[in-house]
């Protein structure tokens, strides 16, 4: 037991004992130590020789230390100049008063024309107007006649225009009852009818002409007995076109029968439709 006891205590006494090492300082540390006490003694030696140097000679002033702070003011000019700070001034919160408006300029060039835009909504429904002047009246456009003939005809050596001496209808006057023509003062598409009677043993032959060209024809055989024969026709006239019926030339036997008593022959025609109407 001896053994194990005595070397705990020799392991405690090491831990407890100071190390000599430690507290002895190392060379390196000593040389440290030296260089931070050389300053303080190299200034207070000088400190004592400005002291007796200006203290026998008060004319001389001792040299005023070349480091100052920045902060301070200057007290004597230097040969280096020192850094002034300049104040920053915000030009943007100088702003005068406002000034004349000035003359308008030229216009410039036309831009390119953009495309089309999209078609807007519809708009409301707007207000009912109120009710126009009062217009012109309808004009409207007639023409028509219905004549007559109540004495026989036989032809001749030349065409010979049926005249006829009954009138029944002649509106404005349009139908010559002389010349045995029709008139157009009133442009328009005109219906126009002929009927006769035949004279039996006998030819009927006539024409409708206008403006002195043959339009239809009218004709009836040699028969035994006298009959009934008519003839129809829409016609395109102008202003100032004429219509009329005339008796073939005397070539054959032509004739159209009628008495005073009856009338047999009739010519009408009246306008169907105006040209100026859509």
């Known amino acids: ?22 507290s002895q300082p190392s060379p390196r540390e000593e040389e440290q130590g030296e260089a931070t006490r050389a300053p303080s003694h190299r200034h207070a030696a ?5 002291h007796e140097k200006y203290h026998h000679n008060p004319d001389k002033q ?16 230097s040969a280096y100049p020192m850094y002034q700070p300049l104040p920053h001034i915000n030009v943007t919160i100088l702003k005068g008063e406002k000034g004349d408006r000035g003359e308008r300029g030229l216009q410039g060039k036309f831009g390119k024309a953009g495309s089309a835009g999209s078609r807007g909504h519809t708009g409301p429904k707007g207000q009912k107007g109120s009710i126009g002047a009062t217009g012109e009246p309808c004009k409207s456009h007639y023409a028509a006649f219905s004549v007559g003939r109540k004495k026989p005809l036989h032809s001749n050596d030349y065409y010979q225009t049926l005249l006829f001496d009954t009138e029944f209808v002649n509106l404005y006057g349009h139908f010559n009852m002389f010349t045995g023509k029709f008139y157009c003062y009133v442009p328009g598409i005109y219906y126009f009818a002929l009927n006769v009677h035949t004279w039996n043993q006998k030819e009927t032959y006539l024409h409708m002409v206008k403006n002195g060209v043959e ?3 009218l004709y009836a055989q040699q028969s035994d007995r ?14 100032q076109d004429e219509v009329w019926v005339r008796l073939f030339k005397g070539e054959r036997e032509n004739a159209v029968f009628s008495d005073e008593y009856d009338t047999y022959v009739t010519f009408s025609g009246y306008l169907i439709k105006h040209s100026g109407e859509p």
Request: hydrophobic share 40%; proline share 10%.
């Open 226 to 239: 006298s009959i009934m024969q008519s003839q129809s026709v829409m016609l395109e006239l102008q202003e």
């Open 215 to 217: 339009v239809v024809i």
């Open 1 to 22: 037991m001896e053994g194990p006891w005595a070397l705990s205590f020799l392991l405690l006494a090491c831990l407890l004992l100071p190390d000599s090492t430690l």
């Open 62 to 77: 001792p040299p005023r230390s070349q480091c100052v702070r920045c902060c301070d003011p200057p007290t004597h000019s």
């Open 46 to 50: 000088r400190a004592e020789r400005d």
